[in-house]
């Protein structure tokens, strides 16, 4: 089984920066495809990014001002966010896929969720 855990949302202002950080507990072995999704209030859940052995993606509206990496023990992901704008207010989650599903932007490849972390965006 495994849990996941998203840490450091907030409220900053338009044009500023931010780091969110997931870390993975459990059994954690067989991750290798993992993700940030985010939902504002009253919209659907939108991808952000992905992570799968190393290669790297993203939406296009992120391309640029967020950047996805994982820690030395792969059990940490962290999304680098800067240039904030108020539409980036959302909940952030971060997920992994099972070890024998597909890797895609969409969110039912995802098995494992976390509750989610607050990021809002003033002007």
């Known amino acids: 089984q495994v849990q996941l855990m998203e840490s450091g949302g907030g409220s900053v202002q338009a044009g500023g920066s931010l780091k969110l950080s997931c870390t993975a507990s459990?059994?954690?072995?067989?991750?290798?495809?993992l993700a940030w999704f985010r939902q504002a209030a009253g919209k659907q859940r939108e991808w952000v990014s992905r992570i799968n052995l190393g290669i790297i993606s993203y939406a296009d509206s992120m391309k640029g001002r967020f950047t996805i990496s994982q820690g030395a023990a792969k059990n940490t992901l962290y999304l680098q966010m800067i240039s904030l704008k108020p539409e980036d207010t959302a909940m952030y989650y971060c997920?992994?896929?099972?070890?024998?599903?597909?890797?895609?932007?969409?969110?039912?490849?995802?098995?494992?969720w976390g509750q989610g972390t607050q990021v809002t965006v003033s002007s």
């Open positions: 997920a992994a896929a099972s070890d024998t599903g597909h890797c895609s932007p969409f969110e039912t490849d995802y098995v494992y």
């Open positions: 459990g059994y954690t072995g067989s991750l290798y495809c």
